[in-house]
């Protein structure tokens, strides 16, 4: 009998051997690489527990499909499911043209308050790369997903709020907007800031990484960007001093067992993670530096098709492809289903499942060694065999 995730005492998952696990199959490309990487996590499963263990599926609707069948993008429906369930996995979603929902992976972010958006980002032997080294790139991205102008709190050029928002500014604390601005707010709170900033520390501490850096802009927004980085300190050494050591403490090499926690300019920081990657291991930012620093990783290592990524609150995780819809490839069968498949990798970790995992990760490189791969690799790699998005999850599956 299938049963859902529930959680114990402490927060952490109760996970039945026979789980029902809620996706969302996305729009443009969404169902190619659905068809693609379900397939893919079933067999892992399979082959893993010998039929111990098995996920059974369950279709919510949101995007596209769901508002031509109920008038509505997000479908409260959609997000209880979400919340019963406690995790689940998701396609790349449309953004809506008009008014309304700006983003719907921002708002589902926002409502089921999913705060940490969490990349790993790693090299796989044999994939096409724009730099020398990739091998040296090993990070994880923890970027806040609920705060900083992503909030969403603006208004356009123009509008009766922007103009009085304008006029009681430069009234009352002397600025200097220009009349016909378009204005957004960029609220960060020392509540959101920490609560991403303590995942990421544990994460280090609990996987033995050697380092957790802020990646801010503090030097110029200095009370939003600047206290991010002031307040990841002012945690660290309270929550976790005596497990990690501000870079500024460290003399030579670290003390045994402690995270060092290290900040830089966000700037400064695309130059370092092209430079000096081994450098870095446990990254942690707002939301915009994230957004863009996790996109420039990707690139490194191959490129978001082979991106995985989840967005995780304290009861909830959802799990998604980090690319967008690709709506010229839709239906063509020949989009990278990579970042679906490797995060539904994620996925299974997060259930205490690691030997299915496993198995996904060994057969995605085994699978690139072997040059079978699809078009976005096959034009980058000599003597590449190009297969489809469905016959990239069936190589994934023989080598297994």
Not at 18 to 46: L, N, S
Not at 193 to 202: C, E, W
Not at 282 to 303: I, T
Request: charged fraction near 25%; aromatic fraction near 8%; proline fraction near 6%.
């Amino acid at each position: 009998m299938d049963e859902t995730i529930t959680l114990n005492s402490q927060g952490g998952l109760k996970v039945p051997d026979q789980v029902e696990i809620p996706f969302i199959m996305g729009d443009g490309v969404g169902p190619d690489i659905w068809r693609a990487a379900a397939p893919v996590m079933e067999a892992a499963v399979v082959k893993a527990y010998q039929g111990g263990r098995a996920i059974r599926w369950l279709e919510l609707p949101a995007g596209e499909k769901a508002h031509e069948q109920t008038g509505e993008w997000l479908p409260q429906e959609t997000l209880e499911e979400l919340r019963r369930h406690h995790v689940g996995l998701k396609g790349p979603l449309a953004t809506p043209v008009g008014g309304g929902i700006r983003s719907l992976n921002v708002a589902i972010r926002h409502q089921l308050d999913l705060y940490a958006c969490i990349r790993p980002v790693k090299y796989i032997p044999g994939v096409p790369s724009p730099v020398r080294e990739p091998e040296k790139v090993d990070m994880i991205v923890f970027r806040e997903n609920t705060e900083d102008v992503y909030a969403g709190i603006e208004w356009a050029a123009g509008s009766p709020e922007a103009e009085a928002l304008i006029g009681h500014l430069n009234a009352e604390y002397q600025t200097d907007i220009r009349e016909g601005s378009a204005l957004g707010i960029k609220p960060m709170s020392a509540f959101g800031s920490q609560r991403l900033i303590r995942r990421a520390v544990q994460w280090a501490l609990d996987q033995g990484r050697s380092s957790v850096t802020l990646v801010h802009k503090g030097n110029i927004m200095k009370y939003t960007e600047g206290a991010f980085k002031d307040w990841g300190y002012e945690l660290a050494a309270k929550e976790f001093g005596d497990r990690t050591i501000p870079e500024s403490q460290v003399q030579g090499e670290p003390p045994a067992g402690r995270v060092v926690i290290k900040d830089r300019i966000a700037d400064a920081m695309f130059q370092q993670v092209l430079l000096r990657p081994a450098e870095y291991s446990v990254l942690a930012l707002p939301n915009l530096n994230g957004d863009y620093l996790s996109d420039a990783l990707a690139a490194q290592v191959g490129g978001l098709g082979l991106a995985p990524g989840g967005n995780f609150g304290d009861e909830t995780a959802v799990f998604e492809a980090t690319h967008g819809t690709a709506p010229k490839y839709a239906g063509k069968d020949m989009i990278n289903p990579g970042s679906l498949i490797l995060s539904g990798a994620f996925m299974l970790d997060y259930l205490g499942w690691n030997q299915a995992a496993d198995l996904i990760r060994v057969a995605v490189e085994k699978t690139i060694a072997a040059k079978k791969v699809t078009y976005d690799l096959a034009r980058q790699m000599e003597g590449a065999e190009k297969v489809s998005c469905s016959g990239f999850g069936e190589e994934l599956v023989k080598r297994m």
